[in-house]
Antibody, heavy 118, light 111 residues
C-alpha cells in the first residue's frame, strides 16, 4: 500500500524556519511527481509546491515563492519542504501528496502541523 | 489559470442520493478534475478522476456508491445510498502547467 508520512512540523516564531520531510513507501518513489498542499485551521485546501520525478522541474504558489524550497532525495524515498521567513498566515496542516500520471493527486499523507506564532 | 467553484454546503438524508457540483470557469471548461473527500479530523482521500466527457475512474477501495458525471463546465459527484460516514467535506481539484487549484469545498451533512 502507498504510504506517505510527514514530519518536521512544530511551533516557530514569525521569521523563523522549518524543514518538513515526507517519507514514501509502497511505490516506486523516483517515478512519481509530488506536491505539498496545506490547510489552514478551518479552511480549505491550498496547493503549495510541485516537483517533478527527477527534481528538475519545480513550481510554487505565489504565496510562498521566494520563501519555500521543495526538494527530493529519490535514494531515500523522501520529499522535503524548506520553509523560511515564516509568517502567521503559513500556519496550517501540511500534506505531502503523490501526483498520478494523469496529473491529479491520488494519495495523501496524514499531515504535519506548522504553527507560526510568537 | 483555472477557477473551480463549489457550493459551500449540501445536505441529504441517510440512504438517499446527493449530487455535488464543481464548476470550471468557461475558459477552462474542458479540464479534467479530481474529487477528494475529507472526513472530520482526517486527511483528504482521493475519490476519482473525472473528465469532461463524463468518464471517471475511482480510486482504489472507493465504493461504487460514488460516481461522476459532467455537463459542459460542470463536474458532478453523485453519492448514492448515503451513509453516515459520507458526512465530510468534498473538494474538487484541477491543474495546469505550473499550478494546481482546489475548489472551496462542499460540506455535506447526512440527515
Amino acid at each position: 500500500d502507498v504510504l506517505l508520512v510527514e514530519s518536521g512540523g512544530g511551533l516557530v516564531q514569525p521569521g523563523g524556519s522549518l524543514r518538513l520531510s515526507c517519507v514514501a513507501s509502497g511505490f516506486t518513489f523516483r517515478s512519481y511527481e509530488m506536491s505539498w498542499v496545506r490547510q489552514a485551521p478551518g479552511k480549505g485546501l491550498e496547493w503549495v509546491s510541485y516537483i517533478s520525478s527527477s527534481g528538475s522541474t519545480i513550481y510554487y504558489a505565489d504565496s510562498v515563492k521566494g520563501r519555500f524550497t521543495i526538494s527530493r532525495d529519490n535514494a531515500k524515498n523522501s520529499l522535503y519542504l524548506q520553509m523560511n521567513s515564516l509568517r502567521a498566515e503559513d500556519t496550517a496542516l501540511y500534506y505531502c501528496a503523490r501526483v498520478a500520471d494523469a496529473g491529479h493527486i491520488d494519495h495523501w499523507g496524514q499531515g504535519t502541523l506548522v504553527t507560526v506564532s510568537s | 489559470q483555472p477557477v473551480l467553484t463549489q457550493s459551500s454546503s449540501a445536505s441529504a438524508s441517510l440512504g438517499s442520493s446527493v449530487k455535488l457540483t464543481c464548476t470550471l470557469n468557461s475558459r477552462h471548461s474542458t479540464y479534467i478534475i479530481a474529487w477528494h473527500q475529507q472526513q472530520p479530523g482526517k486527511a483528504p482521500r482521493y475519490l476519482m478522476k473525472l473528465e469532461g466527457s463524463g468518464s471517471y475512474n475511482r480510486g482504489s477501495g472507493v465504493p461504487d456508491r460514488f460516481s461522476g458525471s459532467s455537463s459542459g463546465a460542470d463536474r458532478y459527484l453523485t453519492i448514492s445510498n448515503l451513509q453516515s460516514e459520507d458526512e465530510a467535506d468534498y473538494y474538487c481539484e484541477t491543474w495546469d502547467i505550473n499550478t494546481r487549484l482546489f475548489g472551496g469545498g462542499t460540506k455535506l451533512t447526512v440527515l
